[in-house]
């Protein structure tokens, strides 16, 4: 279960708001801090986050706050609270107690302490957001008098609560800050769904799957997918099974290594996607290609995924040749998906469009991201 954390800092407290600016906003290159920890700690950062700048922040090293730090694990939620006002959400990366990294970033505004900040962590997916506090105590049934101070983590029954109902805190409340709404967690498949998913894929959707040919453009696409993602600057994943055939083909092994680390979405349900951007701690993009399986089978998985996290933000793509275009449409329109909205949630890119954007970014990366995906697909309506 993901742990929530709240770093309180009183309105107007100068000195808190200097570090904020100084080492979250503007972020810290990791050689500034690599001079101050080992070479475990290190290799996990360099892992995370590259070369980019990092996100930290630090408490005072005192009984109750300890405790509460050495409850912290990779994933976990973060959240910055000023005031009344959510700034900054994110996740945690790593810890570490650290006197002299402390003393590297942070200095004592305020005369009369000489004690710093000790207790350190790294900051995945920083996003500020500006929300005001009171979402998160609707979200979780406190008060709205309920007050915080300092180094906060939320009691196990209420996280138990939340998570009965939502999946991710992140995405939920990027959803609520963009005015969306928010969606409770469905149940799995029912009876009828599973009889209806064993009797609607044909035999032809079989003959594609062994179909030679088939599979070699299926390879070709994928490899295309993860070359745009690593020029976006995402980390890529795709199925362990699928990963030695890249290898083969095209001499590429930097996948990600282990897809879950970070991630609230439970493995079974994203590791069997043909390709997965993600960044740190957080998933941008998700894709089917039509070869391997049916338009059918692909269409399943993101309706599992959309079932264990709705309230995900990230896209979701077909990707099929044009002469599949009218299939793909039917497909994203059975009955079966009316419930999971995918004629809005799922978007079409065909083969033809991924070629022309992979030639145009052969030699350049500049404007390559999801964005620009988004833009090249179709909605399906």
């Known amino acids: 279960m993901t742990n929530i954390f709240i770093l309180y800092i009183p309105k107007g407290n100068y000195e808190a708001l200097v570090h904020y600016e100084d080492t979250v ?12 920890v080992d070479s475990n700690l290190r290799h996990k950062l360099s892992n995370i986050f590259g070369n980019k700048a990092i996100a930290v922040w630090g408490s005072r090293d005192s009984l109750s706050n300890r405790s509460r730090f050495q409850k912290m694990k ?3 939620d973060i959240l910055i609270v000023e005031g009344d006002t ?41 996003l500020e957001i500006e929300l005001p506090f009171t979402e998160f105590k609707k979200l979780f049934g406190y008060a709205i008098n309920w007050g915080l101070r300092g180094f906060t983590s939320i009691a196990e029954a209420k996280l138990k609560e939340f ?15 963009n005015g969306q ?6 149940s799995i498949y029912t009876e009828k769904d599973k009889k209806f998913e064993k009797t609607e894929i044909t035999k032809d959707d079989i003959d594609k799957v062994l179909d030679d040919k088939r599979l070699s453009d299926h390879i070709v696409m994928q490899w295309k997918l993860v070359r745009l993602g690593i020029k976006s600057g ?39 996607i043909d390709v997965v951007w993600k ?13 391997t399986t049916a338009i059918y089978s692909g269409l399943l998985r993101f309706a599992d995924l959309k079932l264990v996290a709705p309230n995900s933000n990230y896209p979701l793509f077909i990707v099929a040749p044009t002469a599949k ?48 995906l988004v833009g090249k697909s179709e909605m399906i309506n």
Do not use: C, M
């Not at 002299?100 to 970033?105: G, R, T, V, Y």
């Not at 709404?181 to 469905?186: M, V």
């Not at 055939?245 to 609230?264: Q, S």
């Not at 978007?347 to 052969?362: A, N, P, T």
């Open 163 to 177: 998570y009965s109902k939502y999946d991710d805190l992140y995405s939920i409340l990027q959803r609520i800050k």
């Open 279 to 291: 960044e740190e701690f957080r998933i941008d993009a998700a894709f089917e290609v039509e070869n």
């Open 86 to 126: 959510i700034k900054l959400l994110g996740k945690v990366a790593a810890t570490t107690i650290n006197p002299s990294l402390s003393k590297e970033l942070w200095q004592n505004i305020k005369s009369g302490r000489s004690d710093g900040w000790n207790l350190i962590y790294f900051i995945a997916n920083p």
């Open 25 to 36: 906003k503007k972020k810290i290159l990791p050689d500034r801090i690599f001079q101050h």
């Open 181 to 186: 709404q928010i969606e409770e967690k469905k």
């Open 325 to 372: 275009r009218n299939r793909v449409i039917e497909q994203i329109k059975r009955p079966s998906f009316k419930r999971f909205d995918f004629e809005k949630k799922v978007r079409y890119i065909s083969y033809e469009v991924l070629d022309e954007i992979d030639k145009f970014f052969e030699s350049s990366t500049t404007g390559l991201n999801v964005d620009l």
């Open 234 to 272: 995402s980390r890529v994943w795709i199925p362990k099974n699928d990963q030695p055939k890249i290898t083969t083909a095209y001499g590429f092994n930097e996948f990600e290594k282990e897809f879950t680390a970070g991630i609230d979405t439970p493995a079974r349900y994203v590791e069997n």
């Open 74 to 76: 990779p994933g976990d």
